[in-house]
């Protein structure tokens, strides 16, 4: 069992490994309160760190894991503060800041895909080992990181929660910065749900194949009824629409006719 340890508040650095940037003053209090009632009930992480001055080897402790009880902390003036010491190399400080963030899902998804594109730069792992050291898929790794080649306004409204992770995902799809744009804005304005961004996108592509339009308008011609049509790649989705089971029955029929026909 490891040693716990009272520090002074005042000989705690900041952790540079932090992913997290903002906090919400709100939930900061309610812990401050919640400290101030019950205590800090799970310790804080740091290192000991050495700092040479003129009077000699000072010892001052870099926090490792614990921002917000640390700061919640300071705010109902504690003096002191319960900690375990470890010995961890930098590649760790940053791993067990960003697995501590995750797994109390503190991280908004940009503070998260700078937290992994930090450590395959920095300390050279892989999506895989990423994935691995917090128990995700390494696509899950992979697709959070793509969220930040999204235009530097959409990652701020995402960082805010003025949309949401579904909603960036959908608006990384559009290749058309313009038609991406636009949807952005429809989204911030007029609260655009998910499944009706892809409807427009899906929309969008088709309009711009002509073929694809052509074909549409073909099928809703003949069959009388309303057609979508969602191209992905090499592979075409046609969904048809019935009024009622009476419109497939009778669709079912005319192709039988055609088929006996034929024979």
Do not use: C
């Amino acid at each position: 069992m490891e040693s716990v340890y009272y520090i002074e508040v005042e000989k705690i650095l900041p952790n540079p490994y932090q992913p997290r940037k903002t906090f919400d003053p709100e939930s900061l209090k309610e812990l401050a309160e919640s400290i101030k009632e019950f205590g800090i009930l799970e310790p804080l992480i740091v290192t000991r760190k050495e700092i040479v001055t003129e009077n000699g080897l000072d010892v001052w402790y870099e926090l490792v894991a614990g921002e917000r009880r640390l700061q919640a902390a300071k705010m109902i003036g504690l003096k002191t503060v319960p900690a375990i010491v470890k010995e961890l190399s930098e590649k760790a400080k940053l791993e067990v800041s960003i697995i501590e963030n995750i797994q109390r899902e503190d991280l908004n998804p940009i503070e998260r895909a700078k937290a992994f594109a930090r450590l395959m730069e920095e300390f050279g792992m892989t999506q895989i080992e990423i994935a691995s050291r917090i128990g995700k898929s390494r696509s899950y790794v992979a697709n959070t990181i793509r969220l930040l080649k999204l235009p530097e306004e959409i990652q701020e409204a995402l960082k805010a929660g003025k949309i949401s992770e579904a909603h960036a995902k959908i608006l990384l799809s559009i290749e058309e910065p313009e038609l991406q744009r636009k949807i952005f804005e429809r989204i911030i304005s007029e609260g655009v749900p998910v499944q009706e961004i892809q409807r427009i996108r899906v929309s969008k592509k088709v309009e711009e194949d002509p073929e694809l339009l052509f074909l549409k308008r073909k099928l809703e011609e003949i069959l009388k009824t309303k057609i979508e049509i969602k191209k992905s790649g090499d592979k075409i989705q046609v969904m048809v629409n019935f009024f009622d089971q009476k419109d497939i029955w009778d669709l079912i029929k005319t192709l039988e006719k055609q088929n006996q026909d034929q024979i």
